[in-house]
């Protein structure tokens, strides 16, 4: 016995696979990560800063696709003077404050470079964190004229989000 679909049947039928066809190419365009993501991020847009004794520093934040913010900073030291890198992880507040809520630690090792122009990288691990906006901040230990151990507070990378 064959059955026919009649007329409410096909229009059921063409309804059904518009919808089908609809949400396929859709989800395909709009399907996300189940994970969490990472965007913005990047060096310090007003290029280097400039501190104590010769030293400039570019810090730069970058997400690690999850919910990871890492840094990098980059020195010139032409006078290669000996310094101690550190940086910091802050979150950007809604009133546009930082909290700090992880410390990368330093480097390790006091460095005054063995490269012509001075130059040092420091590159941290990521830290993980939960949804919001952060920035990497630069920093580093040095001596002054006196000998005294003196934290120098640098500046701050480019904005990561973390969503997701």
């Not at 679909?5 to 990560?33: D, E, F, N, P, Y």
Request: net charge positive.
């Amino acid at each position: 016995m064959r059955k026919t679909l009649g007329r409410q049947g096909v229009k059921r039928a063409a309804a059904t696979l518009t919808i089908v066809g609809t949400l396929l190419a859709t989800g395909v365009t709009v399907a996300q990560s189940a994970s969490a993501n990472t965007g913005g991020g990047g060096c310090r847009d007003k290029g280097y800063a400039g501190e104590t004794y010769g030293i400039s520093e570019l810090p730069c934040s970058r997400g690690d696709g999850s919910r990871g913010v890492y840094g990098e900073t980059n020195y010139k030291n032409p006078n290669k003077v000996s310094i101690f890198p550190c940086a910091q992880l802050l979150k950007v507040n809604s009133d546009h404050t930082t909290t700090q809520v992880g410390n990368f630690g330093c480097l390790g090792k006091w460095l005054t470079s063995n490269k012509d122009d001075g130059s040092i990288q420091f590159n941290t691990s990521a830290i993980g964190v939960s949804n919001g906006t952060y920035v990497v901040q630069a920093g580093y230990w040095e001596y002054d004229p006196n000998g005294n151990l003196v934290y120098i507070l640098g500046a701050q990378g480019t904005p990561v989000q973390v969503f997701g």
